[in-house]
Nanobody, 130 residues
Framework: QVRLVESGGGSVQSGGSLRLSCAASGYSQRRYSMGWFRQAPGQEREGLAAVGDDGDTVVFTSVRGRFTISQDKVNHTLYLEMNRLKPEDTALYYC????????????????????????WGQGTQVTVSS
């Protein structure tokens, strides 16, 4: 059973930083892609960044330059470093894994349209105050 557990969320002031972690377990596949999404109240889930099975990364324009995605494959952990946070970054942040998508863009495309195709964590709340 694939299990993804996010941590690192919290409340910060505008301009602050947070580092989210996603611990993955319960799978034996060597090839997979992972990514970060977020969902604010009343809004659709938004893809932020992803890493493909060869280590390539993509960060979407909305957070590019402020957010960085990285992965520790040895310890099966995905990270999202978030800097210069803004109140509009307030959302529930989710980690996702996909064993079909090979590239980060494939993961973001597949799971944005069909979330049921991937595996998801429960999310970690990020709240940014002005």
């Amino acid at each position: 059973q694939v299990r993804l557990v996010e941590s690192g969320g919290g409340s910060v002031q505008s301009g602050g930083s947070l580092r989210l972690s996603c611990a993955a377990s319960g799978y034996s596949q060597r090839r997979y892609s992972m990514g970060w999404f977020r969902q604010a109240p009343g809004q659709e889930r938004e893809g932020l960044a992803a890493v493909g099975d060869d280590g390539d990364t993509v960060v979407f324009t909305s957070v590019r330059g402020r957010f960085t995605i990285s992965q520790d494959k040895v310890n099966h952990t995905l990270y999202l470093e978030m800097n210069r946070l803004k109140p509009e970054d307030t959302a529930l942040y989710y980690c996702a894994a996909d064993f079909v998508a090979r590239t980060p863009r494939d993961l973001l495309y597949r799971l944005s349209r069909s979330p049921d195709l991937g595996f998801w964590g429960q999310g970690t709340q990020v709240t940014v105050s002005s």
